[in-house]
């Protein structure tokens, strides 16, 4: 089985990336395995028992399972914010292998990177505070709710929120920036902007990174969120940055 691992941080696309890579039915199923938030969900979903010291053995075989879908290629997102704790309760389950690179590798079959950023991180915290507030994350390209809920109350525009958000994002660059470094990995770079402008190009570009094939052309199953209100708050913080 090969694999591939989806380095993200919040806002930069990943979501509508891994609905692509799902839909085209060749590269597995990536989601969010190792979100500490997901990872109860997941267990119960797959009657799988965790330890009193956390996710084991049996874990990490169903979301090989899962994560693989079928198709013979394994596929995986994760945040920066999420990848300290993976690696670490990885190391605790596995120590005699060397590196990180290499227990992925070992125990999932990931031989490959995709990273995922954001140029405009300004405008990536906006996003991620609008979505914070509103509580409605994701929707479907058909206008329904994927994730979250129909906000309940408008926005409130809060400088700090953006500030400590932007100052949050900068830290998971950073993070994946080092380690990339460190593990001596070359991923294939994509931006959000790129990403939003051509989906399905790009998802094609993925899967000739990671060696599948797919003969039919996924259709893009969710709506970008962003509205008039993300460039006027954006426009409004970068005014108090000059």
Same mark, same amino acid.
């Given at each position: ?36 938030? /997901?990872?109860p969900d997941y267990s119960m979903a797959w009657?799988?028992? @965790?330890? +009193? %010291? $956390? ?5 990490? *075989? ?11 290629c394994f596929g995986m997102r994760i945040m ?26 070992s125990q999932f079959g990931v031989g490959y ?13 906006? /996003? ?10 994701? @929707?479907? +390209? %058909? $206008? ?5 809920? *129909? ?79 993300? %460039? ?11």
């Amino acid at each position: 089985m090969s694999g591939y691992l989806l380095c993200g941080s919040p806002r930069s696309g990943s979501t509508l990336l891994c609905d692509l890579l799902a839909r085209s039915r060749v590269a597995g199923r990536p989601e969010s395995y190792f979100r500490p938030a /997901s990872i109860p969900d997941y267990s119960m979903a797959w009657g799988v028992e @965790r330890g +009193a %010291d $956390g996710w084991g053995h049996s874990y990490i *075989e169903s979301v090989r399972h899962n994560g693989e879908a079928g198709t013979g290629c394994f596929g995986m997102r994760i945040m920066w914010s999420d990848m300290p704790a993976f690696l670490e309760r990885l190391a605790i389950l596995y120590p005699a292998v060397s590196s990180d690179r290499e227990r992925l590798r070992s125990q999932f079959g990931v031989g490959y990177f995709v990273r995922l950023s954001r140029n405009d991180k300004v405008a990536q915290a906006v /996003s991620l505070v609008i979505a914070a507030q509103t509580g409605l994350w994701h @929707r479907n +390209a %058909d $206008g329904t709710v994927r994730q979250g809920s *129909e906000p309940a109350e408008p926005p409130r525009y809060d400088s700090g929120q953006i500030a400590a958000e932007l100052e949050m994002l900068e830290n998971e660059a950073r993070g994946w920036d080092t380690w990339f470094s460190a593990q001596s990995i070359a991923p294939l770079d994509l931006t959000y902007e790129s990403l939003s402008r051509e989906p399905v190009e790009q998802t094609m570009a993925v899967l000739s990174h990671i060696g599948s094939k797919s003969d039919m052309v996924p259709a893009v199953g969710t709506a970008k969120l962003a509205t008039s209100l993300n %460039d006027e708050w954006g426009d409004r913080y970068r005014a108090t940055l000059k």
